[in-house]
Protein backbone atom coordinates (compact mmCIF):
# COMPACT_ATOMS: atom_id res chain seq x y z
CA UNK A 1 0.00 0.00 0.00
CA UNK A 2 1.16 3.22 -0.45
CA UNK A 3 0.65 6.23 1.90
CA UNK A 4 -2.20 7.56 0.48
CA UNK A 5 -3.95 4.11 0.62
CA UNK A 6 -2.90 3.55 4.50
CA UNK A 7 -4.06 7.23 5.05
CA UNK A 8 -7.48 6.17 3.77
CA UNK A 9 -7.65 3.28 6.14
CA UNK A 10 -10.14 4.03 9.42
CA UNK A 11 -8.18 3.13 12.18
CA UNK A 12 -11.20 5.66 14.54
CA UNK A 13 -11.73 3.25 18.09
CA UNK A 14 -8.53 1.09 16.86
CA UNK A 15 -7.21 -0.51 19.37
CA UNK A 16 -8.78 2.14 21.91
CA UNK A 17 -10.83 4.82 21.90
CA UNK A 18 -9.42 7.63 20.24
CA UNK A 19 -9.46 10.01 23.10
CA UNK A 20 -7.23 6.98 25.20
CA UNK A 21 -4.67 7.18 21.82
CA UNK A 22 -3.80 10.05 22.27
CA UNK A 23 -3.16 10.40 25.77
CA UNK A 24 -1.09 7.27 25.78
CA UNK A 25 0.56 8.73 22.87
CA UNK A 26 1.29 11.77 25.43
CA UNK A 27 3.12 9.47 27.62
CA UNK A 28 4.88 7.71 25.34
CA UNK A 29 6.23 11.10 23.88
CA UNK A 30 6.86 12.37 27.16
CA UNK A 31 8.96 10.16 28.03
CA UNK A 32 10.69 9.93 25.46
CA UNK A 33 11.79 13.82 25.74
CA UNK A 34 12.23 12.95 29.43
CA UNK A 35 15.21 10.08 28.89
CA UNK A 36 16.96 12.30 26.38
CA UNK A 37 16.65 15.20 28.72
CA UNK A 38 18.14 13.09 31.53
CA UNK A 39 20.75 11.40 29.46
CA UNK A 40 22.22 15.26 28.78
CA UNK A 41 22.37 16.08 32.10
CA UNK A 42 24.12 13.04 32.91
CA UNK A 43 26.67 13.86 30.17
CA UNK A 44 26.84 17.91 31.86
CA UNK A 45 27.24 16.77 35.15
CA UNK A 46 29.95 14.18 34.12
CA UNK A 47 31.94 17.19 32.58
CA UNK A 48 30.65 16.98 28.92
CA UNK A 49 29.99 20.23 27.60
CA UNK A 50 29.48 19.96 24.34
CA UNK A 51 26.29 18.41 23.00
CA UNK A 52 27.90 17.14 19.59
CA UNK A 53 30.32 14.99 21.73
CA UNK A 54 29.01 11.77 21.92
CA UNK A 55 30.85 10.15 24.79
CA UNK A 56 28.65 10.67 27.32
CA UNK A 57 25.91 9.20 24.78
CA UNK A 58 27.77 6.30 24.81
CA UNK A 59 28.15 5.94 28.30
CA UNK A 60 24.71 6.26 29.24
CA UNK A 61 22.29 5.22 25.98
CA UNK A 62 22.16 1.34 27.01
CA UNK A 63 21.98 1.89 30.48
CA UNK A 64 18.42 1.34 31.80
CA UNK A 65 16.38 3.76 33.47
CA UNK A 66 17.12 2.89 37.58
CA UNK A 67 20.82 2.41 36.12
CA UNK A 68 20.27 5.91 34.88
CA UNK A 69 19.08 7.47 38.00
CA UNK A 70 21.59 5.63 40.03
CA UNK A 71 24.35 7.82 37.96
CA UNK A 72 22.65 10.96 38.16
CA UNK A 73 21.82 10.43 42.23
CA UNK A 74 25.91 9.66 42.11
CA UNK A 75 26.96 12.47 40.16
CA UNK A 76 24.60 14.79 42.76
CA UNK A 77 25.95 13.34 45.49
CA UNK A 78 29.70 14.06 44.44
CA UNK A 79 29.10 17.07 42.79
CA UNK A 80 26.89 19.45 45.29
CA UNK A 81 29.62 20.91 47.67
CA UNK A 82 31.01 22.26 44.25
CA UNK A 83 27.07 23.19 42.96
CA UNK A 84 24.82 23.88 45.64
CA UNK A 85 22.10 24.05 43.25
CA UNK A 86 22.61 20.02 43.42
CA UNK A 87 20.99 20.41 46.68
CA UNK A 88 17.99 18.64 46.98
CA UNK A 89 18.37 16.10 44.33
CA UNK A 90 17.00 13.29 45.61
CA UNK A 91 13.77 14.71 46.28
CA UNK A 92 13.93 15.19 42.11
CA UNK A 93 15.14 11.41 41.63
CA UNK A 94 11.77 10.25 43.91
CA UNK A 95 10.07 12.33 41.23
CA UNK A 96 11.69 10.84 38.67
CA UNK A 97 10.66 7.13 39.93
CA UNK A 98 6.96 7.85 40.64
CA UNK A 99 6.99 9.27 37.04
CA UNK A 100 8.78 6.39 35.28
CA UNK A 101 6.05 4.16 37.43
CA UNK A 102 3.04 5.20 35.88
CA UNK A 103 4.57 5.53 33.01
CA UNK A 104 5.33 1.98 33.27
CA UNK A 105 2.02 1.10 34.35
CA UNK A 106 0.49 2.47 31.44
CA UNK A 107 3.37 1.20 28.56
CA UNK A 108 3.72 -2.17 29.92
CA UNK A 109 0.14 -3.54 30.73
CA UNK A 110 -2.45 -3.87 28.00
CA UNK A 111 -5.41 -1.65 27.52
CA UNK A 112 -8.87 -3.22 26.32
CA UNK A 113 -11.95 -1.61 25.97
CA UNK A 114 -14.93 -3.95 28.11
CA UNK A 115 -17.51 -4.50 25.48
CA UNK A 116 -19.97 -4.51 28.24
CA UNK A 117 -19.61 -1.66 30.30
CA UNK A 118 -17.60 0.86 27.55
CA UNK A 119 -14.94 1.19 29.93
CA UNK A 120 -11.40 0.77 29.29
CA UNK A 121 -9.64 -1.90 31.15
CA UNK A 122 -5.85 -2.82 32.25
CA UNK A 123 -4.94 -6.16 33.47
CA UNK A 124 -2.01 -6.41 35.38
CA UNK A 125 -0.34 -8.50 37.09
CA UNK A 126 3.25 -9.37 39.23
CA UNK A 127 5.15 -12.55 40.14
CA UNK A 128 7.61 -10.80 42.64
CA UNK A 129 7.71 -13.46 45.42
CA UNK A 130 4.01 -13.92 44.77
CA UNK A 131 1.68 -13.96 41.92
CA UNK A 132 -0.83 -11.13 41.77
CA UNK A 133 -3.36 -10.12 39.27
CA UNK A 134 -6.45 -7.99 38.26
CA UNK A 135 -8.29 -5.70 36.10
CA UNK A 136 -8.52 -2.38 36.38
CA UNK A 137 -10.30 0.25 35.02
CA UNK A 138 -8.15 3.19 33.60
CA UNK A 139 -9.61 6.91 33.74
CA UNK A 140 -8.81 9.64 31.16
CA UNK A 141 -7.49 11.65 33.57
CA UNK A 142 -5.19 8.88 35.37
CA UNK A 143 -3.77 8.84 31.71
CA UNK A 144 -3.29 12.95 32.19
CA UNK A 145 -1.75 12.73 35.56
CA UNK A 146 0.51 10.46 34.29
CA UNK A 147 1.53 12.68 31.87
CA UNK A 148 1.43 15.47 34.63
CA UNK A 149 3.96 13.57 36.57
CA UNK A 150 6.49 13.25 33.61
CA UNK A 151 6.65 16.63 32.85
CA UNK A 152 6.79 17.94 36.51
CA UNK A 153 9.82 15.51 36.78
CA UNK A 154 10.97 16.76 34.06
CA UNK A 155 10.99 20.31 35.31
CA UNK A 156 12.15 19.77 38.09
CA UNK A 157 15.29 18.11 37.04
CA UNK A 158 15.93 21.21 34.43
CA UNK A 159 15.66 23.79 37.87
CA UNK A 160 18.39 21.19 39.57
CA UNK A 161 20.96 20.75 36.70
CA UNK A 162 20.35 24.07 35.11
CA UNK A 163 18.95 26.23 37.66
CA UNK A 164 16.45 27.38 35.55
CA UNK A 165 12.76 26.95 36.45
CA UNK A 166 10.07 26.63 34.16
CA UNK A 167 5.96 26.47 35.10
CA UNK A 168 4.49 23.51 33.53
CA UNK A 169 2.89 23.53 30.09
CA UNK A 170 -0.64 24.01 31.41
CA UNK A 171 0.41 26.87 34.01
CA UNK A 172 1.77 28.91 31.31
Known amino acids: MDNDDVLKLNFDRWPLPDNYLLEIGRIAS ?12 IGKLA ?12 LVTHASFPQRLDILSALCEQLV ?5 LQGYEIVVRQLRQAQKLRNDYMHYGM ?6 GEIEMAKGTARGTL ?15 SMSIHQAQLALYKLVLCREIPPIWSR
Not at 47 to 58: E, R
Not at 112 to 117: R, W
Request: hydrophobic content about 40%.
Open 30 to 41: LWAILESFLNLC
Open 47 to 58: GFNDLSDPKAFI
Open 81 to 85: SEFPN
Open 112 to 117: TENQES
Open 132 to 146: KVGVEKVDLADLRRA
